[in-house]
């Protein structure tokens, strides 16, 4: 693939996007990404989001790294803002437990008990 | 320790950007048995005794973390690689910028897997911040083959790299980037 026909492929769904009601990015998903969690396995649970909320259709999601959250012992650690949910870092978050937050936390809005870890530092994710 | 080759690339990045830099080189290349990671950054550089400390896994400068007592990017790289028949250097100069070079065994037992480059290139290109990026990957024993392509090249072609669909179509190209390997 060429840059001209990777500019290409981004047009078209753009113009697809602009067919639809586009939402504003209201869930913003931000994937710890220090060395405990790449160690730890964060680049397939950040890939795993991707896949996912492509294969769901959901469009008001951005997806953002930063480093370490401070919480290594939970590696990965995935910091949720969503409307209408209370913000949370989810700890121990591989592949499979990302699929689940967003079939359950950003679909039905239900938490995933088990990894429930913290509120994300204010640093982390800004506020409204 | 990490899982593969990719983890390393991502752990050396993040120090370039997080020193500041404006311009990062990522060079990856590979041959039958080796792997060339090159990453090469403008940012402000260390002095001698830093680039002592940056390689001592129970140093770091608090900057990122104050209670932390640890810094274990850099050493987790360099215990790999003196494990596994690699190569390590690092050039540094205070305002000017860095340079590490690590180089892979592909052919020890216990040289972690690749990993998967066009999940890897995705991550390093979406890594948030002003920065540009310019990658460089080849095969073979000189530079038989490969490609190159900049950050800023990728953002004009699919815009914000937070977008759901932008993420997809950057790995997309990457993989078929990668598929030039041995022709496939």
Request: charged share 30%; aromatic share 6%.
């Amino acid at each position: 693939m060429t840059l001209q026909e990777l500019r290409a492929m981004r047009e078209a769904g753009k113009k697809a996007m602009d067919r639809r009601i586009i939402e504003d990015k209201t869930i913003e998903i931000v994937v710890g990404m220090g060395t405990c969690g790449i160690a730890a396995g964060a680049k397939e649970t950040l890939d795993a989001f991707i896949e996912e909320l492509a294969s769901k259709d959901i469009k008001n999601a951005v997806i953002k790294q930063t480093g370490c959250m401070g919480f290594c012992h939970s590696e990965p650690t995935v910091a949720i803002h969503m409307n209408g949910m209370p913000d949370i870092i989810y700890g121990n978050v591989n592949a499979e437990t990302a699929r689940q937050i967003v079939h359950s936390h950003i679909l039905e809005k239900r938490l995933v008990d088990k990894h429930v870890f913290d509120r994300p530092a204010k640093d982390i994710v800004k506020e409204n | 320790m990490h899982r593969s080759l990719g983890d390393f690339l991502m752990d050396l990045f993040q120090n370039a950007v997080e020193a500041g830099a404006t311009q990062i080189r990522v060079e990856v290349r590979q041959d039958s048995s080796r792997l060339h990671l090159v990453v090469t950054d403008n940012g402000k550089g260390m002095t001698p005794e830093e680039l002592r400390r940056a390689q001592d896994p129970f140093y770091t400068d608090g900057r990122k973390h104050p209670d932390r007592k640890v810094g274990l990017g850099l050493p987790l790289v360099i215990q790999t690689l003196e494990g596994t028949g690699g190569e390590f250097a690092l050039e540094s100069r205070p305002g000017e910028g860095t340079k590490v070079r690590a180089v892979f065994n592909l052919e020890h037992w216990d040289t972690p897997p690749e990993g998967d480059w066009s999940v890897v290139f995705t991550q390093v290109m979406a890594w948030p911040g002003s920065h540009d990026v310019e990658l460089v990957r080849a095969w073979g024993e000189g530079k038989d083959h490969g490609y190159q392509v900049s950050r800023q090249d990728l953002v004009e072609a699919v815009g914000s790299f937070e977008d759901v669909e932008a993420l997809m179509l950057l790995k997309e190209y990457f993989r078929s980037q990668e598929s030039m390997e041995d022709g496939k």
